[in-house]
């Protein structure tokens, strides 16, 4: 089983930046078997795709609305996750979620092709 702890939510202005952290907590998990996937949901809105990095850090997807202030890589060596979010909206505001893929390939941007999924985390970007 593979239990995700996300980290590192918080509340900041508008320019500012915060670091999620996602780290797989389960003994014997093996981090590296996954792609790993972010996702946000603001309040009344669906939940939508951020960032994903593939098992081997080769390849990553962005949804538009982040890309180049956003920037998500990993440490397999740490079982985490990273999502470095940089001058951030208050458009941003939302629980962001952290997601693990089994599968091959690039790494999805479709939430139903991910297997496990963390709790949450609130980032809060004031005007």
């Known amino acids: 089983q593979v239990q995700l702890v996300e980290s590192g939510g918080g509340l900041v202005q508008a320019g500012g930046s915060l670091r999620l952290s996602c780290a797989c907590a389960a003994s014997g998990c093996t981090f590296s078997r996954y792609a790993m996937g972010w996702f946000r949901q603001a309040p009344g809105k669906e939940r939508e795709f951020v960032a994903a990095i593939s098992r081997n850090v080769v390849n990553t997807n962005y949804a538009d609305s982040v890309k180049g202030r956003f920037t998500v890589s990993r440490d397999n060596g740490k079982n985490t996750v990273y999502l470095q979010m940089n001058t951030l909206k208050p458009e941003d505001t939302a629980v962001y979620y952290c997601?693990?893929?089994?599968?091959?390939?690039?790494?999805?941007?479709?939430?139903?092709?991910?297997?496990?999924w963390g709790q949450g985390t609130q980032v809060t970007v004031s005007s």
């Open positions: 997601a693990a893929d089994r599968r091959f390939g690039q790494p999805s941007v479709y939430s139903d092709s991910y297997d496990f």
